[in-house]
């Protein structure tokens, strides 16, 4: 079975790059992947794969039927949206949408599913089981899971693979992490009440900029002395606005910001302990003060029976030299984190860094994949759904 995977991946690789490149040429935003469903579904549907459109909202789902007799399904999971960052690429496929690019990898991931669905369909009398190609939108906003799991994209499901490109490992290598392989992520708003007056008295006035000033210093100051340095935590005031006037003493502040942690204790004491915090500060100097904490999405808690799965086949398709053990788990976030609240799962690394050259990070305007980790990848996620069904 691995030869045959091997050989199909190989001779659609001209193909899956002309398909990676034209999701790349043509970006859609969260929850506006039309014309990129439409696609999706067109594939799916000509590999003979039963295929419902309009799932949480753009969402597709493909189903394989495999020659078993149960009714669960093996999921594999895979991102379509892009991001609203203009292109600073030298591509020639490079985005032809105004300030619209693939620059975390959704184009390759949507390849990667659609190629596993090309080589499966034609291998599904030796599969014995049943899969189901979760092609999710809207990842960027973390809202795209929620949206595909409340239309029943999970329902009966036994296990789920996922996949992402790391631009700092080489191409042609795939990453493996067990246990934690993200953060969990929360959003902060905070706002400062004072009251206003004039710049030249401030003695008169409750100046809401500055206690928002104290209130940032002390929270990030406060981390360090007062939480355990051996469980990563990060806040971060992206956002801040407020004062409507250089001589006028502001009297209100709003900070927004995002709050990364590892550690489900210290998660659920975060509300308690920044509110203890802000409302110190604030009524030290007078003001008021409200603080909206929410949870958006928990860690990525890798499965250790499936991502054993995962790296036996990575060892067995590729060879020892390409397996990369992910020791540090990422405090971005990822709302594959959803899916996992439903069944067991397990999401890998895929290597993309192009050799002697700077490789941009995700999220950048200038980042770029090299494409000869299309094929890596369909081969570790094909074989990987292969032996989930043979281990």
Same mark, same amino acid.
């Given at each position: 079975?691995?030869?045959?995977?091997?050989?199909?991946?190989?001779?659609?690789?001209?193909?899956?790059?002309?398909?990676?490149?034209?999701?790349?040429?043509?970006?859609?935003?969260?929850?506006?992947?039309?014309?990129?469903?439409?696609?999706?579904?067109?594939?799916?549907?000509?590999?003979?794969?039963?295929?419902?459109?309009?799932?949480?909202?753009?969402?597709?789902?493909?189903?394989?039927?495999?020659?078993?007799?149960?009714?669960?399904?093996?999921?594999?999971?895979?991102?379509?949206?892009?991001?609203?960052?203009?292109?600073?690429?030298?591509?020639?496929?490079?985005?032809?949408?105004?300030?619209? $690019?693939?620059?975390?990898? #959704?184009? =390759?991931?949507? &390849? !990667? +599913?659609?190629?596993?669905?090309? *080589?499966?369909?034609?291998?599904?009398?030796?599969?014995?089981?049943?899969?189901?190609?979760?092609?999710?939108?809207?990842?960027?906003?973390?809202?795209?899971?929620?949206?595909?799991?409340?239309?029943?994209?999970?329902?009966?499901?036994?296990?789920?693979?996922?996949?992402?490109?790391?631009?700092?490992?080489?191409?042609?290598?795939?990453?493996?992490?067990?246990?934690?392989?993200?953060?969990?992520?929360?959003?902060?708003?905070?706002?400062?009440?004072?009251?206003?007056?004039?710049?030249?008295?401030?003695?008169?006035?409750?100046?809401?900029?500055?206690?928002?000033?104290?209130?940032?210093?002390?929270?990030?100051?406060?981390?360090?002395? $007062?939480?355990?340095?051996? #469980?990563? =935590?990060?806040? &971060? !005031? +992206?956002?801040?606005?407020?004062? *409507?006037?250089?001589?006028?003493?502001?009297?209100?502040?709003?900070?927004?910001?995002?709050?990364?942690?590892?550690?489900?204790?210290?998660?659920?004491?975060?509300?308690?302990?920044?509110?203890?915090?802000?409302?110190?500060?604030?009524?030290?100097?007078?003001?008021?003060?409200?603080?909206?904490?929410?949870?958006?999405?928990?860690?990525?808690?890798?499965?250790?029976?499936?991502?054993?799965?995962?790296?036996?086949?990575?060892?067995?398709?590729?060879?020892?030299?390409?397996?990369?053990?992910?020791?540090?788990?990422?405090?971005?976030?990822?709302?594959?984190?959803?899916?996992?609240?439903?069944?067991?799962?397990?999401?890998?690394?895929?290597?993309?860094?192009?050799?002697?050259?700077?490789?941009?990070?995700?999220?950048?305007?200038?980042?770029?994949?090299?494409?000869?980790?299309?094929?890596?990848?369909?081969?570790?996620?094909?074989?990987?759904?292969?032996?989930?069904?043979?281990?």
């Amino acid at each position: 079975m691995l030869n045959k995977i091997k050989d199909l991946a190989t001779d659609l690789a001209p193909r899956l790059i002309e398909i990676r490149r034209h999701f790349h040429a043509h970006p859609e935003l969260s929850g506006q992947e039309h014309q990129t469903a439409a696609y999706v579904a067109g594939v799916l549907s000509s590999c003979g794969l039963m295929v419902k459109e309009g799932v949480g909202k753009t969402g597709v789902i493909g189903e394989l039927k495999g020659n078993g007799m149960s009714n669960l399904y093996l999921g594999i999971r895979t991102d379509m949206d892009a991001l609203p960052i203009q292109e600073a690429s030298p591509l020639e496929f490079a985005s032809k949408v105004p300030g619209v $690019m693939h620059a975390c990898g #959704h184009d =390759l991931h949507t &390849t !990667i +599913g659609l190629g596993t669905a090309m *080589i499966l369909s034609q291998l599904k009398d030796g599969l014995p089981g049943n899969i189901r190609f979760i092609f999710q939108p809207a990842e960027e906003i973390a809202q795209g899971a929620l949206w595909m799991v409340e239309d029943g994209a999970m329902r009966d499901i036994s296990a789920i693979f996922g996949v992402h490109v790391f631009p700092s490992i080489p191409a042609r290598s795939v990453g493996i992490r067990y246990g934690a392989l993200t953060s969990a992520m929360d959003d902060l708003e905070i706002i400062i009440q004072g009251e206003a007056g004039h710049g030249a008295r401030p003695h008169q006035a409750i100046d809401a900029i500055w206690i928002s000033a104290q209130v940032i210093t002390s929270l990030q100051q406060a981390i360090s002395r $007062m939480q355990n340095p051996l #469980h990563p =935590l990060v806040l &971060t !005031i +992206g956002q801040i606005n407020g004062g *409507i006037a250089p001589n006028i003493i502001a009297d209100q502040v709003k900070m927004v910001g995002t709050v990364r942690s590892l550690n489900p204790e210290i998660r659920e004491n975060l509300p308690i302990w920044i509110k203890g915090i802000v409302e110190g500060i604030c009524n030290t100097y007078g003001a008021k003060c409200q603080i909206n904490y929410r949870h958006r999405l928990p860690s990525v808690q890798n499965d250790m029976t499936l991502t054993k799965i995962i790296e036996k086949s990575v060892l067995e398709a590729l060879g020892e030299e390409q397996v990369i053990s992910i020791l540090e788990p990422s405090l971005g976030a990822e709302d594959f984190a959803i899916y996992l609240d439903h069944a067991p799962g397990t999401m890998f690394r895929l290597g993309v860094g192009k050799s002697n050259q700077h490789n941009y990070p995700l999220h950048h305007p200038r980042f770029e994949l090299d494409e000869s980790s299309i094929v890596t990848g369909v081969v570790a996620m094909a074989y990987s759904a292969y032996k989930y069904f043979n281990c």
